[in-house]
């Protein structure tokens, strides 16, 4: 998936934000600062301009939850697949029709109405044929679950969840299609797509209770919160995967990724003693070997050192 022009401009982008983060760094207060190597990102500008030179598309946005400094950006703008990313759209309308009393959240959906996906997913391995939405939304969050998604998504309805992406000033960002275990050629060649700008601002907004009410905004946090996978950005924060929605050291943290097809994403907000930071990460590459998946997931693992840094 190589790009040409896209690594130009994630080179121009991410060095203008480098200069305006070090143009920033006198003006913190005390505890803010750290020594200029912690806070420069300089591995992860590294990492990522080796993987686009490989011919991957990388698109990355970092923004301080203090001061609202862009302190990383590349190729921000660019609109990427991104996979399961493009379900949180989907949860914000689903939590919003809970608030608002038009969905009923114990309302039972049998998963024999739902067009099966027997790639990945807990509910196919589960006993239960019926689910509540409530717990529905719990699996699309927490493990991505496939079959619930496609549930929410025929019980909610492409048209609204259209609307509210609409409403929430989304201009690069879609959910396209459902899951299928296969896409044909009157299928959409993706589940969905979006920039990194616009989920890190996102995520940045859902923390900051901006997201349709506070109500809302803390629903879909607290489902995101409890995300099994930490296998990307998040292995650099050592929170046990099963249980860190209360980490004992006080970090909060909250994530969703996504996965195809020689691509990952993933966007959260990662928040420290130091720092908060909202941020994502969208790399679409040739996924031709394994070799060429670990150099993927290795930019993800240096962000996620760096963010520990920046927030630590």
Same mark, same amino acid.
């Given at each position: 998936?190589?790009?040409? *022009?896209?690594?130009?401009g994630y080179r121009k982008s991410a060095s203008a934000s480098v200069d305006l983060r070090r143009s920033q760094r006198t003006g913190r207060r005390v505890?803010?600062?750290?020594?200029?190597?912690?806070?420069?990102?300089?591995?992860?500008?590294?990492?990522?301009?080796?993987?686009?030179?490989?011919?991957?598309?990388?698109?990355?946005?970092?923004?301080?939850?203090?001061?609202?400094?862009?302190?990383?950006?590349?190729?921000?703008?660019?609109?990427?697949?991104?996979?399961?990313?493009?379900?949180? #759209? $989907?949860?914000?309308?689903?939590?919003?029709?809970?608030?608002?009393?038009?969905?009923?959240?114990? *309302?039972?959906?049998?998963?024999?109405?739902?067009?099966?996906?027997?790639?990945?997913?807990?509910?196919?391995?589960?006993?239960?044929?019926?689910?509540?939405?409530?717990?529905?939304?719990?699996?699309?969050?927490?493990?991505?679950?496939?079959?619930?998604?496609?549930? $929410?998504?025929?019980?909610?309805?492409?048209?609204?969840?259209?609307? %509210? !992406?609409?409403?929430?000033?989304?201009?690069?960002?879609?959910?396209?299609?459902?899951?299928?275990?296969?896409?044909? #050629?009157?299928?959409? #060649?993706?589940?969905?797509?979006?920039?990194?700008? *616009?989920?890190?601002?996102?995520?940045?907004?859902?923390?900051?209770?901006?997201?349709?009410?506070?109500?809302?905004?803390?629903?879909?946090?607290?489902?995101?919160? $409890?995300?099994?996978? $930490?296998?990307?950005?998040?292995?650099?924060?050592?929170?046990?995967?099963?249980?860190?929605?209360?980490?004992?050291?006080?970090?909060?943290? !909250?994530?969703?990724?996504?996965?195809?097809?020689?691509? %990952?994403? *993933?966007?959260?907000?990662?928040?420290?003693?130091?720092?908060?930071?909202?941020?994502?990460?969208?790399?679409?590459?040739?996924?031709?070997?394994?070799?060429?998946?670990? %150099?993927?997931?290795?930019?993800?693992?240096?962000?996620?050192?760096?963010?520990?840094?920046?927030?630590?």
């Amino acid at each position: 998936m190589g790009a040409p *022009e896209p690594v130009d401009g994630y080179r121009k982008s991410a060095s203008a934000s480098v200069d305006l983060r070090r143009s920033q760094r006198t003006g913190r207060r005390v505890p803010r600062r750290a020594a200029a190597g912690r806070r420069s990102f300089t591995s992860t500008l590294k990492a990522l301009e080796t993987l686009a030179d490989a011919g991957a598309q990388v698109s990355v946005h970092v923004v301080d939850l203090d001061n609202h400094v862009h302190v990383l950006a590349g190729d921000d703008h660019l609109t990427l697949p991104v996979g399961g990313l493009g379900v949180v #759209p $989907l949860l914000i309308e689903v939590a919003a029709a809970f608030d608002d009393g038009s969905l009923d959240p114990l *309302e039972i959906v049998d998963r024999s109405t739902i067009d099966p996906v027997s790639t990945s997913g807990l509910w196919r391995h589960l006993h239960a044929p019926a689910l509540p939405l409530e717990d529905l939304a719990v699996l699309a969050a927490t493990a991505g679950d496939p079959i619930a998604v496609n549930a $929410l998504l025929q019980r909610i309805g492409h048209d609204k969840v259209r609307a %509210r !992406i609409d409403s929430l000033g989304l201009r690069r960002t879609a959910l396209l299609d459902r899951f299928r275990d296969s896409r044909g #050629p009157d299928d959409a #060649p993706h589940v969905s797509v979006g920039s990194s700008r *616009e989920f890190a601002g996102l995520f940045s907004a859902l923390v900051n209770s901006q997201v349709v009410d506070a109500a809302v905004s803390a629903q879909v946090s607290e489902w995101l919160s $409890l995300n099994q996978d $930490l296998s990307l950005v998040a292995a650099a924060t050592g929170l046990d995967p099963f249980a860190h929605d209360h980490d004992a050291h006080g970090l909060l943290f !909250i994530n969703k990724t996504g996965r195809d097809r020689g691509v %990952r994403a *993933e966007a959260g907000v990662l928040a420290g003693p130091r720092a908060g930071v909202a941020y994502s990460l969208i790399v679409c590459f040739d996924d031709l070997s394994i070799a060429h998946r670990l %150099r993927a997931h290795d930019v993800f693992r240096v962000l996620g050192v760096e963010l520990m840094e920046y927030t630590h």
